[in-house]
């Protein structure tokens, strides 16, 4: 069983910077794709960001150019960088990770982690 556990959250003024961590028990983190969502009050939980085993990174519209999603496969943690923070980023961050194996897929989600940014 794969547990991920995120860290990193808390209140920002508007402007400020935050940096998420997500950590996993095994070297799964290497393995497969991990992306970071978020859900807002009242909102749908939204994909905000994409890395893949090989790097390559994808972005939601309204995070591209603040926020920055990277490895460090030394230390089995995804992060994400995020800048410029707005009010409408405050939301609770999930990190997520799902594969085909065995003929069958497995999806894990992280307990989240608050991000309140104020005005």
């Known amino acids: 069983q794969v547990q991920l556990v995120e860290s990193g959250g808390g209140l920002v003024q508007r402007g400020g910077s935050l940096r998420l961590s997500c950590t996993a028990s095994g070297n799964i983190l290497n393995i497969y794709p991990v992306d970071w969502y978020r859900q807002a009050p009242g909102k749908h939980r939204e994909l905000v960001a994409t890395i893949t085993s090989s790097g390559s990174t994808n972005y939601a519209d309204s995070v591209k150019g603040r926020f920055t999603i990277s490895r460090d496969n030394a230390k089995n943690t995804v992060y994400l960088q995020m800048n410029s923070l707005q009010p409408e980023d405050t939301a609770v961050y999930y990190c997520?990770?799902?594969?085909?194996?065995?003929?069958?897929?497995?999806?894990?989600w992280g307990q989240g982690t608050q991000v309140t940014v104020s005005s």
């Open positions: 997520h990770l799902s594969y085909y194996s065995s003929a069958s897929w497995s999806d894990y």
